[in-house]
């Protein structure tokens, strides 16, 4: 099976929370896919804690891993795998036995799952109400908006946290636009559950239209709790029903090098500052550059900031992107040069060889949804492969731009903080072992030397720096 790639995992319902089965999502967790899809077949009716207990278990395997991950329940998509394509479609049902790891007891005389603490049921309310920041979405949203969807038969309104609430946030700079929390959240949830009607609220107070709509049930985290009783007593002042409440856990921060704690946006967001090494203020200017060639917002904050964040990266992160942006001086078409700075690394695991294809092809979905043309912007990315134009046929303006662009990603190794790089790149190729690393290191940095570094820039700091690592590998073997 090839590495980065789409993955629909077919899993029994009732097969979830035996041992072996677990193994196995975590075996493809820990392959470097792009996304997994788990697909529970054979969904009853049942208790919502039955299905907020299955979330959380599969959940929480997950987040420690970079692979998108998702859980659908087939009797609430049915159409799911023929409107998604997926690269390779897995039965993971052939027998399962073994240990439950989760206290959900099944009758498989009637394939009937038994629950302790009964509560509501799936459908049981026609029109239900959620409400939330939903930035940077993560599995805690995907629990929340997942269990809302089921409890409702009809309709389900989704209130979104406006900018006017948010001004006390931590790492306020980092937060999503409203625009693109609201596309997040409207993509999964058609996603999970298409037939359920939804409207999204702009949340400029705590209430929203929940305070006199016509509604059942509002679904909750415990740290939103509160706002339950907060909306309850304004609707009594106006006459109308009481909500009932259905109140989910908090997920843990299961990550092992830090302390355990709540999942949150703010942990995320704090997350992608680290990662990036990008003050407010310089992820702002970034952010401001993008909109200088895109009115997409949503494919900056959600898409390139998701992947340039991912766990495996330590040099190929925004902070590469910023410090690129700084050295494109002198280009013709600033727009193609920026687009393809933006995209020439959005795909980055070091242990497969087509991560250039595979952004280039990223590009090509932006390119078709912003109706732009994508034909020398994909040439661009695809060159950071090689670096070389020899025999390369474009028009004038073109290739002094490109020259100007692949300079740029290479200008690390002109600067003062090429130890730093180093020590980066060291980090993304941690899989191999040290002689190993630094067999192949020294042999790809000789090749530098032996070739044209630069097309437009002077070499002589790029080859210092080069050969002083050069001697540090050798000196440690």
């Known amino acids: 099976m090839k590495q980065y790639s789409k993955l629909l995992l077919l899993c029994p319902f009732n097969s979830i929370g035996i041992q072996i089965l677990d193994q196995k999502i975590e075996e493809y ?3 470097n896919q792009e996304e997994i899809v788990i697909y529970l077949v054979g969904t009853p009716i049942t208790y919502l804690k039955v299905y907020e207990r299955i979330l959380f278990h599969l ?19 049915m159409d799911f795998r023929n409107k998604y394509q997926f690269d390779y479609v897995i039965n993971l049902s052939t027998d399962i036995q073994g240990d439950i790891n989760i206290q959900l007891q099944f009758n498989h005389q009637n394939q009937q799952i038994q629950f302790s603490q009964e509560g509501y049921k799936a459908n049981q309310f026609k029109r239900g109400a959620n409400g939330g920041t939903f930035d940077h979405l993560h599995i805690g949203h995907k629990i929340l908006l997942s269990l809302s969807l089921l409890a409702v038969s009809q309709h389900l309104t989704i209130g979104i946290t406006g900018e006017i609430l948010l001004q006390k946030k931590k790492l306020i700079g980092f937060l999503q636009s409203y625009n693109t929390r609201v596309r997040c959240v409207k993509e999964f949830c058609s996603m999970f559950r298409p037939d359920i009607e939804l409207y999204v609220s702009e949340l ?11 509604y059942e049930i509002l679904i909750a985290t415990q740290e939103t709790e509160k706002s339950l009783v907060y909306i309850n007593n304004l609707r009594k002042e106006g006459g109308l029903n009481e909500l009932e409440g259905y109140i989910i856990g ?47 917002l949503y494919w900056f904050e959600s898409i390139l900031v998701d992947y340039y964040s991912q766990p495996q990266r330590h040099y190929h992160t925004l902070r590469h992107i910023y410090d690129m942006l700084q050295q494109l001086k002198g280009a013709k078409n600033i ?16 242990k497969i060889n087509d991560n250039e294809e595979k952004s280039s092809l990223l590009f090509q979905q932006y390119a078709q949804e912003c109706n732009i043309d994508s034909q020398i912007i994909s040439t661009f990315i695809l060159k950071t492969k090689s670096h070389q134009i020899d025999g390369l046929l474009l028009p004038e303006d073109d290739l002094q731009d490109l020259m100007i662009f692949l300079d740029a990603d290479m200008s ?66």
């Open 335 to 350: 727009k193609n040069v920026k687009l393809a700075t933006f995209f020439h690394d959005v795909i980055y695991y070091p």
């Open 29 to 31: 967790l820990k392959t």
């Open 204 to 214: 400029i107070e705590p209430a929203g239209p929940t305070k006199n709509g016509q």
């Open 412 to 477: 690390i190794l002109e600067s003062d903080a090429y130890h730093i790089y180093a020590k980066d790149i060291r980090q993304e190729y941690s899989h191999f072992p040290d002689q190993d690393y630094k067999t192949v290191r020294i042999a790809v940095l000789q090749k530098f030397l032996q070739s044209k570094i630069f097309n437009l820039r002077n070499e002589e700091k790029a080859r210092k720096n080069i050969k002083e690592e050069i001697e540090i590998l050798q000196v440690q073997q």
């Open 250 to 296: 908090m997920i843990e921060n299961q990550n092992i090098q830090e302390e355990v704690d709540k999942l949150s946006s703010s942990y995320f967001r704090e997350q992608i500052q680290k990662k990036n090494r990008l003050t407010e203020q310089e992820y702002l200017e970034l952010k401001n550059e993008w909109l200088s060639v895109s009115d997409n």
């Open 59 to 77: 959940y929480e395997k997950a987040q420690q891993y970079p692979t998108k991950f998702n859980v659908i329940f087939d009797l609430f998509n």
